[in-house]
């Protein structure tokens, strides 16, 4: 069966053993494993698991709010303002509305075009692509993905535990020397997050500045303003493949040695994040023939400038 799926035993033995249905008043021989009862049991639990079911005093707040008016928009949004520690998004509360508990209530009476089933996502409106197709990473010259070229970068979010509310850290990595700079932001919202970047990078030399690449998330929407500003290139990985930006991801593992998920961000200042940059830019790195990335990056910067 392992082979034929192509899973791991141990997976199959676990499927089976976690989804076996017997009954007691039924002889033996009619228990065993079925599709269709392993996928009634798989629904059950996830739908315990479910965050407005297991906390009910944080489903009684959100459903308060749906009566009073709030839309779910309005209710998550508006708990991430307050730093709720405990919060959650729009589509959960949207979830539960139509879930089999939310419809019992008749939630769905609260929103506000009184839609007793929920519209299938096929006929929604389309968004348009926040991302162009030129800017993929599949068009970015060999000379950027060999590292032979000087001045292009990675760029990436750091995340914390949501209760420190939304503060977070942009990391841009140079391919060539890994030379790393952090930058604290209060939010994830894409301009004040483009704007520390531009503040970030404005000051180097064009040849030090081609090219950045970042992932597809939301903080990073306002590239075109970015690529406006510094005047160079902007790449982006495929969807859901940040190891295409692998130079960034590998600094990210090696800054949570000081800023783990758990600290509290919001307690670190300008000063320690600059400090924390200044150890791993004057670490020795093999990769580097065991010289730092300051040494490696001054000796670019010398070359492009001479």
Same mark, same amino acid.
């Given at each position: 069966?392992? #082979? &034929? ?7 199959? %033995?676990? $499927?089976?053993?976690?989804? %076996?249905?017997?009954?007691?008043? *039924? =002889? ?5 494993? @079925? ?22 005093? !944080?489903?009684? +707040? &959100? ?11 309005? /209710? ?24 089999? $508990? ?8 609260? *929103? ?11 006929? #929604?409106?389309?968004?348009? =692509? ?8 599949? %068009? ?7 590292? +032979?070229? @000087? ?12 209760? %420190? ?9 140079? +391919?060539?020397?890994? @030379? ?5 932001? *209060?939010?994830? #919202? ?6 520390? /970047? ?5 000051? !180097? ?15 990073? &929407? ?30 990210? #593992? ?10 509290? /961000?919001?307690? &670190? ?25 300051? $040494? ?11």
């Amino acid at each position: 069966m392992a #082979r &034929v799926l192509k899973r791991h035993k141990s997976s199959i %033995f676990r $499927e089976i053993k976690r989804n %076996f249905w017997a009954d007691d008043s *039924l =002889p033996r021989k009619y228990a065993g494993y @079925f599709g269709s009862v392993a996928h009634l049991y798989a629904q059950k639990r996830r739908s315990v698991q479910r965050k407005l079911i297991r906390h009910p005093d !944080l489903c009684r +707040r &959100v459903v308060a709010r749906l009566k009073n008016g709030w839309t779910p928009e309005q /209710i998550g949004n508006r708990m991430i303002y307050e730093g709720a520690k405990l919060r959650v998004c729009e589509e959960t509360i949207y979830r539960y509305i139509y879930s089999k $508990e939310g419809m019992a209530q008749e939630l769905w009476w609260y *929103l506000r075009e009184h839609r007793k089933s929920r519209r299938s996502r096929r006929a #929604r409106k389309r968004r348009a =692509p926040k991302f162009d197709r030129d800017v993929s990473i599949l %068009f970015r010259p060999d000379d950027v993905a060999h590292r +032979r070229q @000087f001045g292009h970068w990675e760029g990436d979010l750091v995340l914390f535990k949501q209760r %420190f509310g939304q503060t977070n850290i942009t990391s841009l990595v140079a +391919r060539i020397s890994r @030379f790393t700079v952090l930058l604290k932001n *209060l939010n994830k #919202r894409t301009k004040p997050v483009m704007g520390k /970047i531009m503040n970030a990078v404005r000051d !180097l030399p064009h040849l030090a500045r081609r090219s950045i690449t970042f992932d597809r998330g939301t903080e990073f &929407v306002s590239w075109p303003h970015l690529q406006a500003e510094i005047g160079r290139q902007t790449w982006f990985c495929d969807p859901s493949s940040p190891w295409q930006k692998g130079t960034v991801e590998n600094t990210n #593992r090696r800054v949570r040695r000081w800023l783990p998920r758990k600290r509290d /961000i919001t307690a &670190v200042s300008d000063h320690e994040l600059k400090m924390i940059c200044d150890r791993l830019n004057n670490t020795p790195r093999k990769c580097l023939g065991w010289k730092t990335s300051a $040494e490696v990056f001054r000796e670019k910067m010398m070359e492009e400038v001479g």
